[in-house]
């Protein structure tokens, strides 16, 4: 089978359908013709309610070991392709939420399983580096070829880290660092800093912040948590710091209808972030950095307009504050361009970009004066994982290779306009369609509703994520086309005609 | 070659040898016979001065896109073996660092390239779970033969994490967790407690501590970094937490010449723990739990008796303070037994013990009382890695069947023998041998002195690591055998001669 697979390299997915679309009716006619993937499979297939017996005695297993509680089913993962993830009880569903929005080209992608088995990659997956001390003969030229190739408008420079709240935590700390030199006019540390620092107290451990958003997500490390602001049991019981929190904006909804009030929230918002800059100062706890997500995504999808970006980056440069594009989820093309911020439109988007998740290693770009001016300020024994390095740089190929960010934003319209049109047909359960590319999202009437629609839809071959109180979030891989938005506005349409 | 290698994990490394050990002589004999690994390397062997040429272009090249300070040079995975880790300049060094201690089996070793090569593995590689949400199938089963195989006493419980720090941060915040839940009478949190956590403030978010002690380290995210006191350039600058910070006993070596002043020592740094949990009880900001190393191993391999840990142990009991054990460098054989918290010879060590490093995936053991009570409290995205627990499997079955924790005992004794001998030798230059198991160490006269030491050994073929102000580290993998011991004294002692 894995050779099968191995030979499937060049599989393409075109998919041509005559779409006959009108509310109430099934969305792909039963005329359309389709060319499946050499390995993929066609449509989802269940054969027992899911979690089924098998995911749960695996369950009851593993809950000797760990709480289970966020578990939705054990997977087989060999058998999962493309955009189907399988279950252990042999159920297909079409997977629109790819592992919380971290599988870039879909399941057992044969690109990805040449890498594996390609004898020159062996050692790299075997022999992992400390990579700040030792790095091998390789790693300028893999980061050359991959993630600088993809380098937001304006960095040069990249660091590589094991996971997103890493990441972030160490993007935090190049910007403290960063603000303190500035503070300091580039001379040496005082004695009293140094010694200071040692036992936790200011000056050498100053009293900065970091400004961050109502509803952001950035991580669960302790640095990241005091930015996160999405749900209270992220938080609850863990020890914070005193940063400012500003109002991110909440748009009405259809934006066409809501232009000025919208504008108006927008510009209420940025506001309130210069006052709370001139209060932290005040405070004497001046925001080193601001820090935002360019669609807060656990946070509920909440979207603004790049002329909020826009004078936010202007905001943050008018007051000396570094500014950090958090694009763990946002990141990797899911938005139809490959960094979310790329549809503000600006050469100087920002002075730090973390990614994560899509990108297979975590990470940070950052323009040149961000860059430590020592060696072991940012450091840490692996300092990222040279073998995600491949599997990335292969990501890349297939990217470039099948034109997968146009295929992003045809198949996002068409997500799009289909839950536009699933909203229009159940006003009284569905509401606030929005999305860019497929990074797209729905509110339900409730969370229980929500819930609800979940749990069918899972049963009948469709795994979605949630997020937010009460909306349904689509975080497709790449590979997701037209052919698949069907499937899913179906599943969709089946179960909100049932739920009437 | 890589065939050869995959056919090469019955190798063994048993090595006969005839020692003529006394002062001022070489300590292998022209006469030792000795059986060689089927793959490794027998010796060290030179062509340049290191860094060479080669690596020199490479930093340059990478220096565009990073602080490359703190680099030694680029290596050559592929053609590194067992203990010898080989540059790209051609030159092969006897390693006795590896990657700051997170080489478990020595380079390359067969076992390990035969699970990269097993096509039954080849999905856990391609397709990264989100582990919290949807595990593959044979997670427990791995869980059961890989981390709980080698479960510290009275712990069943064990999350994976991706790295030491993230497994840190998430142990403190389960003893934050722990704590409140405690406090509360596991009453459900008041709406004041689920509102303000949102915001950063008490008492949703609660003026908790840690308790650490001077000389630590635990990682460098904030959480951690807050109980981090070994260096101030990874301090400084960042903000910190108001959080109590003990004295870690100052031994006296050699120990049977100051039983009674190291008793003392450990009496005084117990009685300021006490002090200062009261104290922080006092200011509002109690003390959830105690973290401690068994060694401090950053801070410049510190020692302290059993009989201080098993009284730390108490006190922690005492105060209602969970006890974490950090056995990120400790764990893994390293000592001669496979936690080094075992040589305390409880039955019940800790609350919670962490890792990473030698055992490829990070995370923590936890007492059954320490799991949050709810999902999604200890939660992210890929709560670590599945291909590295198939590594991990494979290492546990190498340690076993090869009984390398006898053969650390016995190269660890031969080693501070021979560290002995040579501090005797050289009383001017070196002093305070100490370790245990192979985790062994010795200090310079000047931090200048090391370093210059440091550097003639690479420059022999000897790479080692430094740690605390003048200490020269010791980590050799679990496959360092007395064939290498006698090649890392012979190797010194030649520097030593010509440094007199």
Redesign the interface.
């Known amino acids: 089978l894995?050779t099968q697979m191995s030979r499937g390299t060049q599989s393409k997915f075109f998919t041509h359908l005559f779409i006959y679309f009108a509310l109430g009716s099934r969305y792909v006619s039963k005329t359309a013709t389709k060319t499946v993937s050499e390995f993929e499979y066609d449509a989802p297939s269940m054969k027992t309610a899911v979690p089924g017996p098998?995911s749960q005695e695996?369950l009851r297993?593993?809950g000797?070991?760990?709480?289970?509680?966020?578990?939705?089913?054990?997977?087989?993962?060999?058998e999962?392709r493309g955009n189907y993830?399988v279950d252990?009880d042999g159920n297909r569903m079409l997977d629109v939420y790819t592992?919380?929005s971290?599988?870039p080209i879909g399941?057992?992608?044969p690109a990805?399983?040449k890498v594996?088995?390609n004898?020159n990659n062996?050692?790299?997956?075997?022999?992992?580096?400390?990579l700040?001390?030792?790095?091998?003969?390789n790693?300028?030229?893999k980061?050359?070829e991959s993630l600088?190739s993809i380098a937001p408008s304006g960095m040069?420079?990249?660091?590589t880290m094991?996971?997103?709240?890493?990441s972030n935590?160490?993007a935090?700390?190049s910007m403290?660092?960063w603000?303190?030199?500035k503070e300091r006019g580039y001379a040496s540390?005082s004695e009293q800093?140094?010694?200071t620092?040692?036992?936790?107290?200011s000056p050498?451990?100053?009293?900065?912040?970091i400004l961050s958003f109502?509803g952001a997500f950035h991580?669960?490390?302790?640095?990241c948590l005091?930015t996160t602001?999405s749900?209270?049991?992220?938080?609850?019981?863990?020890?914070?710091?005193?940063?400012p929190?500003a109002p991110f904006p909440k748009l009405q909804y259809p934006l066409e209808e809501f232009v000025r009030e919208n504008a108006q929230e927008e510009a209420r918002c940025l506001e309130e972030v210069e006052d709370l800059i001139v209060k932290w100062r005040q405070k004497r706890k001046p925001v080193a950095g601001i820090v935002i997500e360019p669609i807060q995504a656990e946070g509920g999808d909440n979207h603004a307009s790049p002329d909020f970006f826009i004078k936010l980056r202007n905001i943050a440069r008018k007051h000396g504050c570094a500014f950090h594009v958090d694009e763990v989820q946002t990141g990797g093309g899911t938005t139809g361009k490959f960094w979310a911020h790329e549809h503000w439109g600006l050469d100087d988007p920002a002075d730090i970009v973390s990614f994560?998740?899509k990108l297979?290693t975590g990470g940070y770009y950052h323009r040149d004066e961000l860059?430590?001016d020592?060696?072991?300020?940012?450091?840490?024994?692996?300092m990222g994982d040279p073998?995600k390095n491949l599997?990335l740089s292969e990501v890349l190929n297939v990217i470039r290779r099948e034109n997968l960010l146009e295929e992003v934003t045809r198949s996002g319209k068409a997500l799009l306009q289909g839950l536009y049109s699933l909203q229009t047909q159940y006003p009284h359960i569905l509401s606030r369609a929005r999305g860019q590319g497929t990074f797209c999202a729905i509110d339900a009437c409730s969370d229980a509703t929500r819930d609800s629609i979940m749990l069918k839809a899972r049963n009948k071959g469709l795994f979605m994520g949630s997020c937010g109180e009460k909306t349904i979030r689509f975080r497709p891989a790449l590979v997701f086309k037209e052919y698949h938005v069907h499937q899913l506005l179906n599943i969709l349409n089946d179960i909100l005609a049932e739920h009437k």
Chains 1, 2 share one sequence.
């Open positions: 894995w098998k695996l297993q593993l000797e070991i760990q709480n289970v509680g966020a578990i939705h089913f054990f997977c087989n993962y060999e999962s993830l252990v592992q919380i971290s599988i399941y057992n992608h990805l399983i594996m088995t004898p062996v050692s790299a997956f075997v022999n992992r580096p400390a700040g001390i030792l790095p091998p003969e790693f300028p030229e980061l050359f600088l040069n420079r990249v660091q094991a996971c997103g709240s890493c935590e160490n935090f700390k403290f660092i603000y303190r030199n540390p800093e140094v010694g620092c040692m036992i936790n107290q050498g451990c100053p009293d900065l912040s109502m991580g669960r490390t302790m640095g005091a602001h749900k209270a049991i992220h938080k609850l019981d863990i020890p914070s710091f005193d940063w929190i994560s998740k297979l860059q430590p020592k060696p072991y300020r940012i450091f840490n024994t692996w073998s599997f």
